[in-house]
Each structure stands twice: as structure tokens, then as C-alpha cells.
């Protein structure tokens, strides 16, 4: 079945740097990748998306890229904020009607 | 629009009783996922339901754990005998259509503790 593995668990960053965290997945036809922020104590939110049909995408500070061939994808934060602080997870259309996630990466930035 | 609802936000079990775990998905979504997560890990799919009917139920383990979702009201997570290593969040999403290229929206979750 489909696999999702995700670098780093953990990362730490200053204010205002980037962020980067890449995953890779083992079905290629996967098609679908989202992206989600967890806070502590809260469900997972949805932060952006993308689709197999497009190599990148932008939203404001945050972007993400699909290697379709490679089959990896990575979410790049620019001009962290301490409110970026948070769990995120990759995660990738695993067949039928099932989301499969990666593990987490937790990511601190430091003011 | 209010979001996918879920109730109670924490529960407290003994090993051996039951749990119920509920879930309103968003208006308009007829589609309920239910996901645990274990402490420092990711979520794990279980279940798959749509109204009255379960569709892919591969991730949730055999024995004690049962889902519904019927026609009217909330979908329920179920889990009979709680043991201690049910000790997880368990989280439900919603989504407008039945696909795994669809955005799920989830909601806050349910923190079960097993004493």
C-alpha cells in the first residue's frame, strides 16, 4: 500500500528564515498531496494543496512543490513567524477513498 | 458554516468499559473519516463512512472497535473493552465528495485517556 515518509521530525528555525520539509511517497499514481498544520491541542488544518498536474504552487509565505518523477513533494516556508510554529504533516491520496499520512514534522521557530 | 464537530473533546475510561466517540461533519458533507493519533505520531486512517453505509473500514482493528454513521444525527466511534492502549487522539474529518483527491476538514478532536 502507499507509504509516506517525512524529513525532518524535528526542525528549528529563527525568525524570519525558511522552512523546509520534504516528504516522498511510494504509489505514483497518487495524485492528490495536502498539506496540514496541527496546533497543539487542536485537528489538523488544511494549509495548502497540490494537485499531480502542477509542479508548484503558491499561497503568500507558503509553497509547495511536487517531483512527480522522483515522487517527492516539499512545503517551503518563507519569513517565519512564531506563530508558524506548529506540527505539519505531508500527506498523499493512497487509493480509493483513503488519505495517508506522513509521521509529522514538528517545526519551533525562535524569535 | 460551522466546521466538523466532535463531542466529547475529552473522555475518561476505565480498562474494560466502553467509549463513544461522536462526530458532526460539516454541513452539506455526507463523507466522515475517522483517524487515531498516538502521542508524537501521525494519523493513522481507520475508518471510511458515508450515511448508513461503511465503505473502507481496513485501518480499524477487528475486534472492539466499531462505526456508524446513520441517517440521522452524528456519526459514532465506538470501542468496547477500552485496554490502555487505546490512550490516543481520535480525530473525524468530512469532505463535500467521496474521493481521496478531496479536502478533508477535521475537527478538533477526542482525547481518550484509559485508566
Known amino acids: 500500500g502507499e507509504n509516506v515518509e517525512q524529513h525532518p521530525s524535528t526542525l528549528s528555525v529563527q525568525e524570519g528564515d525558511s522552512a523546509v520539509i520534504k516528504c516522498t511517497y511510494s504509489?505514483?499514481?497518487?495524485?492528490?498531496f495536502p498539506w496540514y498544520k496541527q496546533e497543539l491541542g487542536k485537528g489538523p488544518q488544511l494549509i495548502i494543496d497540490?494537485?499531480?498536474?502542477?509542479g508548484e504552487k503558491k499561497d503568500q509565505r507558503i509553497a509547495v512543490t511536487l517531483n512527480k518523477t522522483a515522487k517527492h513533494f516539499s512545503l517551503h516556508i518563507t519569513e517565519t513567524q512564531p506563530e508558524d510554529s506548529a506540527v505539519y504533516f505531508c500527506a498523499a491520496d493512497g487509493g480509493g477513498f483513503k488519505t495517508i499520512f506522513g509521521a509529522g514534522t514538528r517545526l519551533f521557530v525562535k524569535a | 458554516n460551522a466546521g466538523v464537530m466532535q463531542n466529547p473533546r475529552h473522555l475518561v475510561r476505565r480498562r474494560g468499559q466502553e467509549a463513544r466517540l461522536r462526530c458532526s461533519p460539516m454541513?452539506?458533507?455526507?463523507?466522515v473519516y475517522w483517524y487515531r493519533q498516538l502521542p508524537e505520531e501521525g494519523l493513522k486512517f481507520m475508518v471510511y463512512?458515508?450515511?448508513?453505509?461503511?465503505?473502507?473500514e481496513s485501518g480499524m482493528p477487528k475486534e472492539r472497535f466499531s462505526a456508524e454513521f446513520p441517517k440521522e444525527g452524528p456519526s459514532i466511534l465506538r470501542i468496547q473493552q477500552v485496554v490502555r492502549g487505546d490512550s490516543a487522539a481520535y480525530f473525524c474529518a468530512s469532505s463535500p465528495r467521496a474521493s481521496g483527491q478531496e479536502t478533508q476538514y477535521f475537527g478538533p478532536g477526542t482525547r481518550l485517556l484509559v485508566l
Open positions: 463512512l458515508q450515511k448508513e453505509n461503511i465503505i473502507d
Open positions: 454541513k452539506g458533507h455526507s463523507h
Open positions: 497540490i494537485r499531480s498536474n502542477v
Open positions: 504509489d505514483s499514481a497518487s495524485n492528490y
